[in-house]
């Protein structure tokens, strides 16, 4: 992300970077280079300050970042990879364990476990709607998937109005996994139905750093996400089924 760094009260320009375990900056002043990379266990703050900066505290330094494209956007990614990286640090000893376990083990659950859902979920956006407010509308980019917490929605095609699928619970499992797979824009619409819904929004980005620092997760949230296509495919081609009979009757 490209931005500056306040270095007293003077602004340079740089660049911040993100990766599994740091975050690191680069700036330039009169000409040098400044590098430097922050392990995510020794950030104690992330907020907001100002108008467009974020501030970053270690408990030795402060670090003042500003004049980024999208700031809110930038703020909620890093938090949700320090938020998810601080809680695999306090995991990591207990998952390598029943990691080993598991692999010793006979049958190995290829479910997602309460612990896995904890880190992905960690990473989540809470966005709350009112009634028609749409989550995300069919052929525009996004890339992540989309869960009900509370209230209704629907997923809709825009050209026809056709509604593929009501949305009533959590239990009716995470959306928008098509452009998730594909990398492109959104097959449908996510439109919630009632006031006062709210969604999980898990951004791409922060799962593919999940799923680097924590390959076995990756395995177990495919076969969840498979499991959940062949469910909705299945009850498409059974609806398909049913309006044939019905044009033939």
């Known amino acids: 992300f490209n931005c500056d760094l306040w270095i007293g009260k003077i602004k340079a320009p740089g660049s911040i970077y993100i990766s599994p375990n740091f975050l690191s900056f680069t700036v330039t002043l009169f000409g040098f280079q400044k590098k430097e990379s922050l392990i995510y266990s020794k950030i104690t703050c992330i907020q907001k300050y100002k108008k467009n900066d974020i501030e970053v505290k270690t408990h030795t330094n402060r670090y003042v970042f500003t004049n980024f494209d999208k700031r809110d956007e930038v703020l909620y990614f890093i938090s ?3 938020s998810s990286r601080g809680k695999l640090t306090q995991t990591d000893d207990t998952s390598q364990k029943n990691t080993k376990a598991k692999t010793n083990a006979k049958d190995v659950s290829l479910d997602l476990t309460e612990e896995d859902w904890n880190l992905i979920l ?4 809470e966005v709350k709607c009112s009634k028609d407010d749409y989550i ?10 989309v869960q009900l917490t509370r209230g209704a929605g629907k997923i809709q095609r ?3 109005g056709e509604v593929l699928r009501l949305i009533k619970s959590k239990d009716d499992g995470i959306f928008g996994e098509i452009s998730f797979f594909q990398g492109g ?3 449908a619409s996510i439109i919630a139905t009632q ?3 709210v969604f999980n929004v898990i951004a791409g980005p922060f799962l ?3 799923f ?4 076995s997760i990756e395995g177990r949230f495919y076969h969840y996400i498979s499991c959940i296509l062949a469910k909705r495919a299945a009850l498409r081609y059974k609806q398909i089924d049913c309006r044939e009979k019905e044009d033939k009757s």
Do not use: H, M, R
Not at 136 to 145: I, N, R
């Open 80 to 82: 949700s990879i320090w």
């Open 212 to 215: 680097q620092y924590y390959p």
């Open 136 to 145: 995300v509308k069919e052929g525009e980019g996004f890339f992540g998937l």
């Open 158 to 160: 825009e050209k026809s």
């Open 122 to 125: 960690g990473g989540s956006q």
């Open 208 to 210: 593919c750093i999940l």
């Open 185 to 187: 824009n959104a097959s």
């Open 195 to 197: 006031d006062n819904t």
